[in-house]
């Protein structure tokens, strides 16, 4: 399985409510750094689950539908191009944010994770 392959399975899980959340402390190595740039920074599956869960509570949004633009694969690094599509309970379509993101892996998990876009919509 290349790391593109293990990086799509990740992200095929978001749509599912019930996979969603799981999915991080699946692909999560224990000492994994996530940050939304300008916004938000977790170390681990446990703060990045909270967040989500924190973030969920704030927007609610059960899953994240991906288009996924554009995806390339360089050394330990998976980069995309997505649209994320917060969906809600009912299936409607909460925001879409255009970003870019970039997924490092070591041993199968996700030991780095950034993601870049625009903050303004989360900014009071």
């Known amino acids: 399985m290349t790391l593109t392959d293990t990086a799509l399975a990740f992200m095929s899980r978001w749509p599912d409510p019930a996979r ?13 750094l996530y940050e939304n740039i300008g916004l938000s920074k977790t170390r681990g599956p ?29 050394g330990d690094a998976v980069l995309t191009e997505r649209v994320d599509h917060f969906v809600a309970a009912d299936g409607s379509t909460l925001m879409s944010i255009p970003l870019m993101g ?12 950034r993601d870049y876009f625009d903050t303004k919509p989360f900014r009071p």
């Not at 969603?20 to 994994?32: H, V």
């Open 20 to 32: 969603f959340l799981p999915s991080i402390g699946e692909y999560f190595a224990d000492d994994c």
């Open 46 to 74: 446990t703060e990045a689950i909270a967040f989500f869960e924190a973030f969920m509570k704030q927007v609610p949004l059960v899953a994240i539908k991906v288009d996924l633009l554009a995806i390339a694969e360089a």
């Open 102 to 113: 970039i997924m490092k892996f070591r041993d199968g998990k996700l030991y780095e994770w």
